[in-house]
C-alpha cells in the first residue's frame, strides 16, 4: 500500500461546480495532515492544514477520518483559478521529518 | 512575505558532471529539507536536515548525494557524479519546528525550485 494515495484525476468540472477529493495514508501514527496546491511546473503551496475537527477556509473544507485513515478536500463554487494539482500531505511527527506527498489530484475547471 | 529562495533557477549539465544547488532558507526556521520532482511525477522526499545533521533521507538519497548548511543562512544540496536520471526540479523546503502538538509547525515552505537538466 502507498503511504499516500489519492485519485489522481483528472476531473473536469464546470464553473460553480462543487468537487471533492479524497486521500488515504498507510501510517496510522501520523501526526499532521494538509492539502497543497500546485500549479504546472511551479513549486507545492499550502492551501489549508487539515484537522481532526475538520476544517474550513472559504471555498474549501477539509475533514480527517483517523479511524479510516482518511483526508477529504471540498471545493464549492469552483473557479477557474482552481485549476491545479491538489496534493495530499502527510507528516508522521512524534519525531517524524518525512513529510509525504501523495502524486497529486488533477482539476480543470472550464468555463 | 517571507521566502525561501533557490539558485540556479535552472542548471543544464554534463552527465557525470558535479552540481550544487543553493537555498536560502526562512530566516526563522529550523528544519530544512530536498525534495526532487520528476517531470510528470509526484514530490519525492530526499532529505532532512536538522540541527546541523541530517535527521531523516530516503532511499533515493544515496551517496552521490550530500547536503551542508556552510554557513547561519544557506542550505546546500550536492550531487557529485549526475546521472541522466537525476533530470529534475529540485525544492528546498523549509519548516519551523516538528511535531509539537501544532500542525502548523510542521508546515513547510517551498522554494520556487532549481531545475537540472542532465544530458
Known amino acids: 500500500r502507498k503511504e499516500v494515495e489519492q485519485d489522481p484525476g483528472p476531473f473536469n468540472v464546470p464553473e460553480g461546480a462543487t468537487v471533492a477529493f479524497n486521500c488515504t495514508y498507510s501510517?496510522?501514527?501520523?501526526?499532521?495532515f494538509f492539502w497543497y496546491r500546485q500549479d504546472c511546473r511551479k513549486e507545492p503551496k499550502l492551501l489549508m492544514s487539515?484537522?481532526?475537527s475538520g476544517n474550513e477556509d472559504g471555498r474549501f473544507t477539509a475533514q480527517l477520518n483517523r479511524a479510516s485513515q482518511y483526508i477529504s478536500l471540498l471545493i464549492r463554487d469552483s473557479k477557474l483559478s482552481d485549476s491545479a494539482t491538489y496534493l495530499c500531505?502527510?507528516?508522521?511527527?512524534?519525531?517524524?521529518?518525512?513529510?509525504?506527498f501523495g502524486a497529486g489530484t488533477r482539476l480543470f475547471v472550464k468555463a | 512575505e517571507p521566502e525561501v529562495t533557490q539558485t540556479p533557477s535552472h542548471q543544464v549539465t554534463q552527465m557525470g558532471q558535479e552540481v550544487i544547488l543553493r537555498c536560502v532558507p526562512i530566516?526563522?526556521?529550523?528544519?530544512f529539507y530536498w525534495y526532487r520532482q520528476i517531470l510528470g511525477q509526484k514530490v519525492e522526499f530526499l532529505v532532512s536536515?536538522?540541527?546541523?545533521?541530517?535527521?531523516?533521507k530516503s532511499e533515493i538519497f544515496d551517496d552521490q548525494f550530500s547536503v551542508e548548511r556552510p554557513d547561519g543562512s544557506n542550505f546546500t544540496l550536492k550531487i557529485r557524479s549526475t546521472k541522466l536520471e537525476d533530470s529534475a526540479m529540485y525544492f528546498c523546503?523549509?519548516?519551523?519546528?516538528?511535531?509539537?502538538?501544532?500542525?502548523?509547525?510542521?508546515?513547510?515552505?517551498f522554494g520556487a525550485g532549481s531545475r537540472l537538466t542532465v544530458l
Open positions: 523546503a523549509s519548516s519551523e519546528g516538528r511535531s509539537s502538538g501544532w500542525s502548523g509547525a510542521n508546515v513547510l515552505t
Open positions: 501510517n496510522s501514527a501520523s501526526q499532521s
Open positions: 487539515v484537522y481532526s
Open positions: 500531505v502527510v507528516n508522521p511527527g512524534r519525531g517524524g521529518f518525512k513529510t509525504i
Open positions: 530566516s526563522n526556521h529550523l528544519y
Open positions: 536536515f536538522y540541527n546541523n545533521e541530517i535527521s531523516e
